[in-house]
């Protein structure tokens, strides 16, 4: 019987895996583990084969970026809590965030090492946004969507400046949604120009950063970070530029920790979760499930 599902994305990270596959199944057959390997074809694989073959594993792993990671929680959430297996990631993507925030090596070579040797594991709340799940961030407005409408082959030949070039065609677009929020005790209401709802100590690539002392990433909160809407270009360059600093409680910006939110737009809005399309909704709820999956971090922490 297999005690190890490997999910492999076989284009994350410029197709690195090809390179490195031997090693991870050498680490993962040591002490005679069996392995099954999964190789995505298409968005939405590694969630399935993580639903399909998961239940009672002692492990998942699972190769790629955020967006892989994102569909392999998703899928181990369709399972019963007493049948989710411990999580393994070898983070191959662009921006890695889910890595920097778990301090999971983010070398290759690295990351297969603990494979094989004993390592620890933390619990991780995960996100609901709707129907479907998240790791580490589920956002809206202007920007959030750049992950997921950058082309795949940009992001294999260019990297993180493929997410720059994006950004940079969008600057004409810059909208704001009139927007209706409540979180636990509290509500608020104005044009949101962007939001964060996280489980990170990063966002996008690492450009939004929070400080450790206030995220705990298995407390049952989220890190809310809303952006209201500047009234002219150099009050944006100073709020961006706040965000940058970490001075996130200002006249434009603000900071919450809640364990649900609900928003409600005047219209439908585009959302992502953990870089990937999130769908779009005019009235919405997102919600924390509280240490609801484990996942390795290696000797690192």
């Known amino acids: 019987m297999d005690s190890t599902l490997l999910i ?24 005679g583990e069996s392995v099954r390997v999964c190789v995505t074809e298409k968005r939405g694989d590694a969630s399935d084969f993580a639903e399909k073959y ?86 809206f407005g202007t920007f959030t969507n750049v992950p997921f409408t950058t082309p795949q082959a940009a992001k294999n030949t260019w990297g993180y400046l493929a997410y720059l070039v ?20 509290g509500y608020i209401e ?6 964060f709802v996280t489980n990170s100590l990063s966002v996008a690539g690492g450009i939004v ?22 009234r002219n270009l150099a009050e944006l360059n100073v709020t961006l530029g706040n965000i940058l600093k970490r001075s996130f409680n200002s006249d434009k910006v603000t900071l919450l920790h809640t364990s649900r939110i609900s928003f409600t737009f005047d219209g439908e809005v585009q959302w992502t979760r953990d870089g990937e399309d999130g769908g779009i909704y005019r009235s919405v709820e997102v919600i924390n499930h509280h240490r609801a999956v484990r996942i390795n971090v290696g000797n690192s922490l």
Do not use: W
């Open 54 to 139: 998961g239940a009672g594993l002692r492990r998942v792993v699972c190769t790629g970026g955020d967006g892989t990671l994102n569909e392999v929680i998703s899928g181990l959430m369709r399972l019963e809590p007493e049948l989710r297996p411990e999580i393994s990631y070898i983070p191959l993507g662009t921006t890695n965030d889910m890595a920097t925030s778990l301090s999971i090596p983010k070398k290759p070579g690295e990351a297969i090492v603990n494979l094989s040797a004993y390592s620890e594991h933390r619990l991780l709340d995960v996100g609901q946004l709707g129907r479907d799940y998240f790791g580490y961030v589920a956002a």
């Open 209 to 230: 950063k929070f400080d450790e002392n206030d995220v705990a990433l298995d407390d049952g909160l989220f890190e809310v970070l809303l952006i209201r809407k500047p």
């Open 190 to 195: 104005g044009d949101i120009l962007f939001g």
């Open 166 to 185: 994006e950004a940079m065609g969008q600057l004409t677009e810059i909208t704001a949604h009139h927007t209706r929020i409540r979180y636990d005790g």
């Open 8 to 31: 492999v994305n076989p284009v994350s990270g410029k197709g690195r895996v090809r390179t490195i596959l031997i090693d991870i199944l050498s680490a993962l057959c040591q002490g």
